[in-house]
């Protein structure tokens, strides 16, 4: 455990300038650090002066405790109207033979195949098309939670609801409203890329601005529903633009409650339009993960969504702040496979998720989606025989 003793060995150290000697004071006695604070940490505070302070966060609110979910992904399609320009999966409507576009009846049956699976969450989110309305999604939801009553369905970002609802001539309310009624039980945290427009309009023009962003998870929110959120760094941005990102969804988090898990995305940069940027440093990427712990103290968990940022990288995540690395997706998402991440198949049995962060010294503890305990793995013996997949193999739909 990382004591407050510990951690104020930080403030001991003679080489530590001022203000961070202040910042550290600060985040040690529970104090929120302000935007210009949080500048001056992007800018001048090393990965082991984070790490001490994001883990002294991390410990003082979880302990050990690790979770994750036994969950699966549905991407109804890679086909989309927007030409996102980090996004290495989707395929323009003039290739839209190259793609996949499910039908509702392919969404079910991919669901049917969990029936004798321990699953509990379905994330279901792809490219943007019209046929893909408020009346498709609300009928999925609806045969969804029919066939499966117990199976959270966590879908579809402001993406994709503003899209809908603009289609529809549906208010925001009105459609979370209908969506909600449909059987959607929280909204992943996707589409949020970088919500400052000088650098979205570059990145992800024409889709939702980061105002209709928030602004529907707000209303989401105010229904009494949760929801998660993300931000894609490590590309043209800068550190003023993460720290504005941060700032608003820690305003809204203040007004609503409703976040559950921050997810930072590191940038990859296979196959898209944005090629020639290179990565981030995983040096970057831990002060990327410390900072949003530090930064997003109204947020309980900060998530490492391993198929992203690596298995190994994630186990090493869990002193930085992170107490959350999803679940076991099995090879259900092709997001970050199609652009580059080292996980080419990602999929883990619920006994390698244990071992993985049994494997750094911390409790691997099995939740739902709305962070019920479901079963704590900490002492945990697996038997021989004992086979926990929570997935099974599925073939690609081409159509
Ligand atoms: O919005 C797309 C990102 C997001 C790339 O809420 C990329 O539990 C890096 O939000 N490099 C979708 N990132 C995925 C997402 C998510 C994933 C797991 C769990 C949850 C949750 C949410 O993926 C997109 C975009 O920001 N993305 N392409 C890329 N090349
Ligand atoms: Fe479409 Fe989403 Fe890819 Fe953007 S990130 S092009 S909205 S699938």
């Not at 650090?33 to 001490?52: H, K, N, R, V």
Request: with cysteine.
């Amino acid at each position: 455990m990382v004591t407050a003793r510990k951690a104020g060995h930080l403030l001991e150290d003679p080489s530590l300038s001022a203000p961070l000697r202040e910042i550290a004071e600060k985040v040690l006695n529970g104090t929120r650090i302000s935007p210009e604070e949080g500048q001056l940490l992007f800018e001048e505070a090393d990965m082991g002066y984070l790490g001490t302070l994001a883990n002294y966060i991390r410990e003082k609110r979880h302990g050990h405790r690790t979770y994750f979910n036994r969950n699966f992904h549905i991407e109804p399609t890679n086909v989309c109207l927007y030409t996102c320009t980090f996004c290495s999966y989707s395929r323009l409507i003039k290739k839209r033979d190259e793609g996949w576009e499910y039908s509702l009846e392919d969404i079910m049956d991919i669901v049917k195949k969990y029936d004798d699976e321990p699953v509990t969450e379905v994330h279901i989110v792809g490219g943007v098309l019209p046929q893909y309305d408020v009346k498709f999604y609300s009928e999925l939801f609806t045969a969804i939670k029919k066939h499966r009553p117990d199976l959270h369905v966590k879908a579809l970002t402001p993406v994709e609801y503003h899209y809908i609802f603009k289609k529809d001539k549906v208010s925001y309310e009105e459609g979370m409203k209908l969506m909600k009624e449909a059987g959607l039980d929280s909204m992943p945290g996707g589409g949020a890329e970088i919500f400052h427009p000088e650098i979205r309009d570059q990145i992800a023009g024409g889709k939702c601005s980061g105002e209709q962003w928030l602004r529907i998870h707000e209303i989401w929110h105010e229904l009494g529903g949760r929801s998660n959120a993300t931000m894609l760094y490590g590309h043209i941005e800068r550190y003023e633009h993460r720290i504005d990102h941060l700032e608003k969804l820690r305003q809204l988090q203040d007004k609503t409650g409703g976040f559950q898990t921050f997810i930072p995305l590191k940038f990859r940069n296979q196959d898209n339009q944005m090629s020639h940027v290179p990565e981030s440093t995983v040096v970057e990427d831990m002060r990327m993960y410390a900072l949003s712990r530090i930064y997003l103290d109204n947020f309980d968990h900060i998530k490492a969504y391993w198929p992203m940022i690596g298995r190994t990288t994630a186990q090493t995540l869990l002193s930085f702040g992170v107490n959350d690395i999803d679940g076991t997706i099995d090879d259900t998402t092709k997001i970050y496979s199609m652009a580059g991440s080292e996980e080419q198949t990602p999929a883990m049995s619920t006994r390698e998720l244990v071992n993985l962060i049994r494997a750094v010294g911390r409790q691997p503890i099995e939740r739902d989606t709305l962070y019920n305990i479901i079963q704590d793995y900490t002492d945990h013996v697996f038997e021989e025989d004992e086979v926990f997949k929570g997935y099974v193999s599925l073939p690609v739909v081409n159509k």
